[in-house]
């Protein structure tokens, strides 16, 4: 987060940005974080994802906090009670219900089924490998176990504090660039769409199961043009092709008109632990 708040747009200071949209919402981390720094000079934030699931999660959080702390609450009992073995299991049953339930589940209108889900979802996240969030092409959840002797899965303090945040907020699931129309001079834009992969064996398989190539990058760069158009201030986070290719220019190239800082990163997932630590990531500013 240093680096962000190092490059965020001085309006911010002055009163001229009163609105925050953030079109790749994931786990939310930079708008949680942003928030709760910036909540008495920002008037109205839009968040949105392509990604169901992780809108579901949020948007019952906003509206139904509290029944999803009790399920949760509950679940945590359940699977804490268990030995080890008997915990494998409960973990790959939840998988496979949430996976066999998917179909039945409307993403778009909120139904009592979403506080359950919601709860699975958060489970699964807490238990799983690395607390990832992954997909197979058929949009079903696939992350193994993870090792943990004792997770905290409901952390109720937190989720409360949470879902007080996004009462401020608009969460949509959609498209990126349908949040052009929230856009106006008055707003600062922070994009953190799936990386492109700086190797051909470093791709990682997306958290939704819409594959975002160098056609999809292509297209944020074109949107981010238009917003730039509009006023407004924008910051963009992606890796760095030179980590690994010098002669990369694809990010030059698209973004070419405005400032790309390298900026120190720690890389944590690679199968070859000698190459794990420090590289460079992208923050690409048009201020």
């Keep these: 987060m240093a680096a962000i708040q190092a490059n965020l747009p001085p309006e911010l200071q002055t009163g ?34 392509v990604n169901p699931e992780l809108i579901l999660i949020y948007q019952t959080l906003q509206s139904h906090s ?26 790959y049953e939840v998988r496979s219900q949430l996976n066999a339930q998917r ?17 699975k979802l958060l489970f699964l996240n807490k238990t799983c490998f690395n607390g990832l969030f992954r997909v197979n092409s058929q949009g079903e959840f696939n ?10 899965i409901c952390d109720a303090d937190n989720l409360r504090n949470v879902a007080q945040l996004l009462q401020r907020a608009k969460i949509c699931y959609c498209d990126f ?15 953190d769409p799936p990386y492109r992969p700086i190797s051909k064996t470093a791709s990682f398989t997306a958290y939704s199961q819409y ?44 973004y070419g008109n405005y400032t790309i800082n390298r900026v120190e990163a720690n890389r944590y997932i690679n199968s070859n632990t000698q190459r794990r630590g420090k590289i460079h990531e992208l923050l690409i500013l048009n201020y």
């Design 16 to 49: 001229r940005v009163t609105r925050y949209v953030e079109p790749f919402l994931g786990g939310g981390a930079v708008f949680f974080w942003f928030a709760s720094l910036y909540l008495d000079k920002i008037q109205e934030f839009f968040l949105a994802d």
């Design 66 to 91: 509290e029944p999803l702390i009790e399920h949760l609450t509950r679940i945590q009992a359940d699977y804490l009670s268990l030995s080890q073995a008997q915990q494998k299991t409960f973990y």
């Design 103 to 119: 179909e039945r589940i409307n993403f778009k209108v909120f139904q009592e089924a979403w506080i359950e889900r919601a709860a």
């Design 143 to 152: 992350v193994p176990q993870g090792k943990y002797k004792n997770p905290t």
């Design 177 to 191: 660039r349908n949040c052009e129309q929230w856009v106006n001079e008055t707003t600062f834009v922070y994009f």
């Design 211 to 254: 594959n975002f190539d160098d056609v999809a990058q292509q297209r944020l760069a074109d949107l981010f043009q238009r917003l730039d158009d509009k006023g407004a201030r924008l910051m963009l986070s992606n890796s760095d092709p030179k980590n690994e290719n010098p002669a990369d220019n694809f990010f030059e190239i698209a």
